[in-house]
């Protein structure tokens, strides 16, 4: 009982499905990659102490 409008549809429903999965996608990995380079600084800023008060 598929006809060709129901196949188009479909398609069309594929496709707006896709595109947003993977626009969902980037989103997540540009928060993760935004929090990622937020905590990145801060790990800087911990690291060059330790070495400095181990050394003494």
Do not use: D, N, Y
Not at 19 to 30: C, D, G, M, N, R
Not at 31 to 41: H, N
């Amino acid at each position: 009982m598929l006809t060709s409008h129901t196949v188009r549809w479909h398609s069309w429903c594929l496709v707006v499905v896709s595109v947003f999965v993977s626009v969902s996608i980037l989103a997540a990995s540009s928060v993760i990659g935004r929090l990622l380079l937020a905590r990145e600084p801060l790990a800087k800023r911990h690291l060059p102490i330790l070495p400095r008060q181990a050394e003494p």
